[in-house]
């Protein structure tokens, strides 16, 4: 299989705390980006990190690439009820390409 | 769900029979994909296209074929459904330039054969 994997597979934290999850993949990479999926909607775009880059930010989102472990970290501070969603990273590989490869995702539940 | 349509959005359908889900998009992108997703798996690649009539298999592409003759229309066909094609099945485009790499997605056909 292509696919990365995620971990953890679920994550429930309370309101107002910190959520990180993980992503690890197989090959070369172009950039890596993370995507939430509320249930039963489409997937939504999130934040894109290219190769060369190892730390990026938007709003309460700060992601990380390490490509020499071929991983990438995802962080949700002060984290909402509204943030409970599945959290899924994919890849562009860089050989030219047009594929995307998802990982399996993680599930997170931010209690109230 | 930035201009991607799917149809139709829920079927349920006998074992043997075909199927067309079909995919729409008014953002004129060049790249369409078709996902399936089951739990455990997360998002796997069916088929994708990279323009019109330019089609290439994805992870799990047996049982599937697409067909694209206009850039805003990538149909996916179940030849003969069977109950393991159960899924929920995602649209999504990309237009892949150096600026503009993220995918946008439809908001799912749920199929089910019994």
């Known amino acids: 299989s292509q696919q990365g994997e995620e971990d953890p597979q679920a994550l429930s934290i309370q309101e107002g705390e910190n959520a990180t999850m993980n992503c690890s993949y197989k090959?070369?990479?172009?950039?890596l980006q993370w995507y939430r999926q509320n249930s039963g909607r489409g997937l939504v775009h999130l934040i894109l990190i290219r190769s060369n880059e190892r730390e990026k930010h938007s709003g309460r989102l700060r992601v990380t690439l390490d490509t020499s472990k071929k991983s990438s970290s995802l962080l949700i501070t002060a984290s909402r009820a509204a943030d409970t969603a599945s959290y899924f990273c994919a890849t562009v590989a860089d050989s030219g390409t047009y594929k995307y490869i998802f990982g399996t995702g993680t599930r997170l539940k931010v209690l109230a | 769900d930035a201009g991607i349509t799917q149809s139709p959005r829920h079927k349920v359908t006998e074992t043997g029979t075909p199927v067309t889900l079909r995919c729409h998009q008014t953002?004129?992108?060049?790249?369409m994909y078709w996902y399936r997703q089951d739990p455990g798996h997360g998002l796997r690649l069916i088929h994708y296209s990279y323009g019109v009539k330019d089609t290439d298999k994805g992870e799990v592409s047996d049982g599937y074929s697409v067909s694209r003759s206009k850039t805003e229309d990538f149909l996916l066909t179940l030849e003969s459904a069977t109950s393991s094609q159960t899924s929920v099945y995602f649209c999504a485009i990309s237009a892949l330039t150096a600026s503009m790499d993220t995918q946008y997605f439809g908001p799912g056909t749920r199929l089910t054969v019994l």
């Open positions: 090959t070369s990479i172009n950039n």
């Open positions: 953002e004129n992108h060049r790249y």
